[in-house]
Nanobody
């Protein structure tokens, strides 16, 4: 059974930092692209950062230079280090695992973790 469990969210002041973790189980973690999405109230879910199975990384323009995505295949875990947080970063952050198979796409989601940036 596939599980993606996010942790590390919380309340932080503007300019502060948080580190999100997503621990995966039930699939071959190293073969999957791992992504962090976020969804703020009243807004669509947006892709924040991604790291491919081979290691290539991409970021949304809004977080470039402030967020860092990384993965530890030995621990089946992907991280999102978030620095210089802004109120606009307030959202539920979701972990996603994705792999294109021969006949279908495998796509798994975590339950989300709340990040609130406020003074």
């Amino acid at each position: 059974q596939v599980h993606l469990v996010e942790s590390g969210g919380g309340l932080v002041q503007p300019g502060g930092s948080l580190r999100l973790s997503c621990e995966a189980s039930g699939f071959t973690f190293s073969s999957y692209a791992m992504r962090w999405y976020r969804q703020a109230p009243g807004k669509e879910r947006e892709l924040v950062a991604s790291i491919a199975s081979a290691g290539s990384i991409n970021y949304a323009d809004s977080v470039k230079g402030r967020f860092t995505i990384s993965r530890d295949n030995a621990k089946n875990t992907v991280y999102l280090q978030m620095n210089t947080l802004k109120p606009d970063d307030t959202a539920v952050y979701y972990c996603n695992a994705n792999r294109a198979g021969s006949y279908r796409t495998y796509d798994y989601w975590g339950q989300g973790t709340q990040v609130t940036v406020s003074s």
